[in-house]
Each structure stands twice: as structure tokens, then as C-alpha cells.
């Protein structure tokens, strides 16, 4: 008996536009399997070491990277971050979704590199929406949370170009109300019968 092969699902956007939280929903389901990414990065009060992230010193990472660990990898902000490979092919030869949760520079190599699946960009409604989000969370300092404003201008123009002759998304969705995009997300993983 031969199982399906399981799904990719790739979703982005700006820091703060919420897709961590609509993955956090996804997350829920039997079926899903998330990727956790390695990142340089400074651990955040409340995150954990290997279910957050995995989180590596420069070096670490960079040897990783020298030994092509990575599925695909950016610097965002200063930082590098990247996916590790094996757990997908994992996930997938087990039927599973594998979710994720990337900015825009890493979706686009695995775009050019033809890797199939379902890529999802979540939208702020609006730059100063942007901004009041990321001053409520509270986790980052003023000085970052501009920076972050600023690659969100950047990331919002990058997700609507195309990559080889197609759209770099299948879907944009705006996230004005949270429960209404978690439950877009999942009409798409799951449409109803
Ligand atoms: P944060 O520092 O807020 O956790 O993440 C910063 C940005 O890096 C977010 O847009 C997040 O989605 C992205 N990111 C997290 N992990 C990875 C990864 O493995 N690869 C890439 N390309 N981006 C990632």
C-alpha cells in the first residue's frame, strides 16, 4: 500500500501581519507537522530552544550551511534564519502538511527551485496597522520595530512579483480579523466538501 505524499505549505509575510498566529491555529490539527527553523537571532523571553527555534551562534550555522543542511535560508534584520531539510521529506513520506512559517527571499529560492506546494502570503491591512501591532506585542525595541516596518515595505512589494513566468504566492490574504483569515487558511488546506 503506497500513502500520499503530504503537502507543503509555505506561509509569509511581514513581521506582525500575524502569520505566526494563524500558524499557531494550523498547528492544532492531527496532520500538520511545523518546521523549526534555525536562527542566530536572540532568543525572545517565552520562546523555547527546539520547539521556537533552534537557536545556533554564527558559526554553528554557517557550518551547517556549508554542509547544505538548509531546504533554504536569508538573512532577515541582521540575522540569518533558515529551514533544515530533513524534516520535511520526512513529513511529506508520512502524508503530513508540512507548514512553513518563512519571509519572502527564502520562499523565493524555493519558488525558483520549482519546489511544489501551497505558498501563502498574509497581508497587514495597512503599514500603521503594521506598526501598532508590533508596538502592542511589545517583544521588540522601538529602534527594531522600525526596521521591521521597513522590510515590511519591502516584503509587500516582493510578494507580488512572479518567479519563472508565476505569481510568488497563490494567495494573498489580507489579515483584518484574525479568526476570519485562520479560517481562510484552512478552506484552502482543507476546502469543505
Ligand atoms: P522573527 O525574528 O520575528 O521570529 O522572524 C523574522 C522573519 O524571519 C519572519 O518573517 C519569519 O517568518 C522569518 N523566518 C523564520 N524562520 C525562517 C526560515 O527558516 N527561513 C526564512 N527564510 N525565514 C524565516
Known amino acids: 500500500m503506497s500513502m500520499q505524499r503530504g503537502k507543503l505549505v509555505v506561509i509569509s509575510g511581514p513581521s506582525g501581519a500575524g502569520k ?41 550555522f554557517q557550518r551547517r550551511l556549508g554542509e547544505n543542511q538548509f531546504l533554504e535560508w536569508a538573512t532577515y534584520n541582521g540575522n540569518l534564519y533558515g529551514t533544515p531539510r530533513w524534516p520535511m521529506d520526512t513529513a511529506l513520506a508520512q502524508g503530513k502538511t508540512f507548514l512553513v512559517e518563512i519571509e519572502v527571499k527564502g520562499t523565493r529560492q524555493l519558488r525558483e527551485r520549482g519546489v511544489e506546494g501551497l505558498y501563502v502570503f498574509i497581508a497587514p491591512p495597512s503599514i500603521d496597522e503594521l506598526r501598532r501591532r508590533l508596538l502592542h506585542r511589545g517583544s521588540n525595541d522601538p529602534v527594531e520595530i522600525e526596521q521591521r516596518v521597513r522590510i515590511a515595505g519591502d ?10 513566468g508565476r505569481p510568488m504566492y497563490d494567495v494573498i490574504l489580507e489579515n483584518r480579523d484574525l479568526d476570519a483569515t485562520i479560517r481562510g487558511v484552512q478552506e484552502l488546506l482543507w476546502p469543505s466538501a
Open 20 to 60: 505566526t498566529s494563524v500558524c499557531r491555529a494550523l498547528k492544532l490539527h492531527a496532520d500538520v507537522v511545523f518546521s523549526v527553523s534555525a536562527t542566530t537571532r536572540t532568543q525572545r523571553a517565552g520562546e523555547q530552544d527546539g520547539v521556537d527555534y533552534h537557536f545556533l551562534s554564527r558559526e554553528d
Open 155 to 164: 516584503e509587500l512589494a516582493a510578494a507580488r512579483e512572479s518567479v519563472g
